[in-house]
């Protein structure tokens, strides 16, 4: 089995910086695009993508995000990270790490997601 585990978040004053990790174990044989999203739960029920890191580190981010998020990633220990700059209040949300994880003898390719890290930014 594969599972990611989350680590970081918490509560910060706007302007604070925050990081998240993300850390992949399990029966793994390769991990492709690693990427952290943000849940904003009802009533505004919002899911956004945030940044994305492709096995070569090629970064993308939401335009929301850009300049003050940076998301990187560690082949070799299968970790993926999001640090976090000039935090907004806006910033606020559940942040989760996911990926398509190929796994196992079989080689099977399945999306895993970590179990989600809160966010809290004040203002």
């Known amino acids: 089995q594969v599972q990611l585990v989350e680590s970081g978040g918490g509560l910060v004053q706007a302007g604070g910086s925050l990081r998240l990790s993300c850390a992949a174990s399990g029966t793994i044989v390769s991990i492709k695009t690693m990427r952290w999203s943000r849940h904003v739960p009802a009533p505004w029920s919002q899911r956004d993508l945030v940044a994305s890191i492709t096995t070569d580190g090629v970064a993308t981010y939401a335009d929301s995000v850009k300049r003050r998020f940076t998301i990187s990633r560690d082949n070799a220990k299968n970790t993926v990270s999001l640090q976090m700059n000039s935090l907004k209040p806006e910033d606020t949300a559940v942040y989760y790490c996911?990926?398509?994880?190929?796994?196992?003898?079989?080689?099977?390719?399945?999306?895993?997601w970590g179990q989600g890290s809160q966010v809290t930014v004040s203002s």
């Open positions: 996911y990926a398509d994880i190929v796994h196992g003898a079989l080689r099977l390719t399945y999306q895993y």
